[in-house]
Nanobody, 121 residues
Framework: QVRLVESGGGLVQAGGSLRLSCVAS????????MGWYRQAPGKQRELVAA???????NYADSVKGRFTISRDNGKNTVYLQMNSLKPEDTAVYYC???????????????WGQGTQVTVSS
């Protein structure tokens, strides 16, 4: 059974920084993509940033230049460094992983439980 556990959310003033972490655990064979999504009240969940096992990254336009995604493949961990935070970054941030477990032939998509990020003005 696979679990994605996020940490690092909280309350911060505009202009501040936070670092989110997400650890994947279980019978993992290979992780293809790890990323972060967010969902603000009344809005759809959106991609924030993603990172492939090969090191390619992708960012939402709204966070480019402010957020940085990184991975520690040996620890099955993905990070999101968030700088210059704005009130509009307030949302629940979800970790996402496209991964293959031991004994399976195909990858599946998994979600963490989410961590709240609140940016005050």
């Amino acid at each position: 059974q696979v679990r994605l556990v996020e940490s690092g959310g909280g309350l911060v003033q505009a202009g501040g920084s936070l670092r989110l972490s997400c650890v994947a655990s279980g019978s993992i064979f290979r992780i293809n993509v790890m990323g972060w999504y967010r969902q603000a009240p009344g809005k759809q969940r959106e991609l924030v940033a993603a990172s492939t096992s090969g090191g390619n990254t992708n960012y939402a336009d709204s966070v480019k230049g402010r957020f940085t995604i990184s991975r520690d493949n040996g620890k099955n961990t993905v990070y999101l460094q968030m700088n210059s935070l704005k009130p509009e970054d307030t949302a629940v941030y979800y970790c996402n992983a496209d991964l293959q477990t031991q004994g399976t032939s195909y990858p599946y998509n998994y979600w963490g439980q989410g961590t709240q990020v609140t940016v005050s003005s």
